[in-house]
């Protein structure tokens, strides 16, 4: 399974954007790249996915690097409700069925 | 909209007594995924079902542990007997099939066997 690579750990002060990068070198052409949070003491949350494309939705930004190798999730003011663990996850589009969850990239927001 | 319902949301139980938690899919879903969080493993797919039926079950740690999915709107994860090491924190996923949805997670179980 391809793997993907994050920081442990990221700072952010409230209301400023937060750039949360993600490193895939080994993606195949047919995988999705997914976003999922976790807050604390709850289950995970979707936030966005994509293929080739940039997307946005009302959560965040995805921003994917043209030869796929990397991505970075972009949340445009931090919220203390943002801070959370974010999963970068590579799977299939459809269903997102088996997706396989790493260590997260945990994000602290200061007021 | 009812999101994904898991019951109980919280366990404690002695070791080698039987477990069972529940889980209600959002109505409309039929893929359903059950998943063990620890801070040692993180979170870890135990088992799939597609259409009520296994798909993936290779999580599962070992023969201790058996899952089902008799309808569209209900599965079980049984754990038989329960040791401390079992415990952690269980959730279940639902998503609609080949639709490009993402999965919708309930509030887990926290499972405590002493």
């Known amino acids: 399974d391809a793997k993907t690579t994050q920081p442990n750990s990221m700072e952010s002060n409230e209301e400023e954007p937060v750039h949360l990068p993600c490193n895939h070198s080994?993606?195949?052409?047919?995988?999705?790249i997914h976003w999922y949070r976790q807050l604390p003491s709850q289950g995970p949350e979707y936030v966005i996915h994509?293929?080739?494309s940039n997307v946005n939705n009302r959560m965040a930004s995805l921003a994917i690097a043209e030869d796929r190798k990397s991505s970075t999730l972009i949340l445009h003011r931090a919220t203390l409700r943002d801070a959370a663990v974010y999963y970068c996850?590579?799977?299939?589009?459809?269903?997102?069925?088996?997706?396989?969850f790493g260590k997260g990239t945990k994000l602290s927001v200061k007021p | 909209d009812a999101g994904v319902i898991q019951s109980p949301r919280h366990e404690v139980t002695e070791m080698g007594q039987e477990v069972t938690l529940r889980c209600k899919p959002i109505?409309?879903?039929?893929?359903l995924f059950w998943y063990r969080q620890t801070m040692m493993r993180g979170l870890e797919l135990l088992i799939y079902?597609?259409?009520?039926?296994?798909?993936?079950d290779s999580g599962m740690p070992e023969d201790r542990f058996s899952a089902k999915m008799p309808n569209a709107s209900f599965s079980t994860l049984k754990i038989q007997p329960s040791e401390p090491r079992d415990s952690a924190v269980y959730f279940c996923?639902?998503?609609?099939?080949?639709?490009?949805?993402?999965?919708?997670f309930g509030d887990g179980t926290r499972l405590s066997i002493l």
């Open positions: 996923a639902s998503s609609v099939r080949d639709s490009n949805q993402p999965q919708h």
């Open positions: 080994t993606i195949s052409g047919t995988d999705y």
């Open positions: 994509g293929l080739t």
């Open positions: 996850i590579l799977g299939p589009g459809g269903s997102q069925g088996n997706l396989i």
């Open positions: 109505s409309g879903h039929n893929s």
């Open positions: 079902f597609n259409n009520n039926v296994p798909i993936d």
